[in-house]
């Protein structure tokens, strides 16, 4: 923000040095015409030429400033669209992970299931049953653990209409839980 006030600054300086230099050059005709002197003569051109260099970079420099910010808005808005993409696809990761995971438990389960079936005819072992209970405890896990990942992309995208100036918490899972 200072570099376009200080780039304001020095057009406005510019406008004005070109003003007075107009001024001047208004004022040499009305004057009583003295015989041409050729060095002054030289002087004015060379003045004159000064001047509309510097108007025409001020001229550039406007052009420039006044495209600036049709542009950035649009800079603007495809790096807020990038990051909303980058969130939703590690979203999307957490969330394959966790139907892979539960997918894996699920597998173990009916597994151990099928085995306590078969040995249901006679005694059961007990490291079956542990078995079982093992792999429906780890199944209860990956469930949790998914709608969590779930809550978390809910929470994500309610957060900022709830609470614009708030981030959302992501939601931990502990080991043993």
């Known amino acids: 923000m200072s570099e376009l006030a200080e780039l304001e600054r020095r057009i406005s300086a510019a406008l004005t040095r070109i003003g007075e230099g107009l001024d001047r050059l208004a004022a040499l005709p009305d004057a009583a015409e003295p015989e041409p002197d050729p060095v002054a003569d030289a002087g004015a051109a060379a003045e004159i030429a000064a001047l509309q260099a510097a108007l025409d970079a001020e001229r550039a420099l406007v052009a420039r400033l006044q495209a600036q910010p049709a542009a950035a808005?649009?800079?603007?808005?495809?790096?807020?669209?990038?990051?909303?993409?980058?969130?939703?696809?590690?979203?999307?990761?957490?969330?394959?992970?966790?139907?892979?995971?539960?997918?894996?438990?699920?597998?173990?389960?009916?597994?151990?299931?099928r085995q306590l079936r078969d040995q249901q005819q006679g005694e059961v072992e007990p490291h079956l049953i542990n078995k079982a209970l093992l792999a429906e405890i780890e199944a209860l896990r990956a469930a949790r653990s998914s709608e969590l990942a779930e809550l978390d992309a809910i929470l994500s995208e309610l957060a900022p209409v709830l609470a614009p100036d708030v981030a959302p918490a992501a939601v931990k899972e502990s080991p043993d839980a």
Do not use: F, H, K, N
């Open 73 to 113: 808005p649009a800079d603007d808005d495809a790096a807020a669209l990038r990051a909303q993409v980058d969130a939703l696809t590690r979203q999307l990761d957490v969330q394959g992970l966790e139907m892979q995971r539960l997918r894996q438990t699920t597998i173990q389960l009916r597994e151990s299931l």
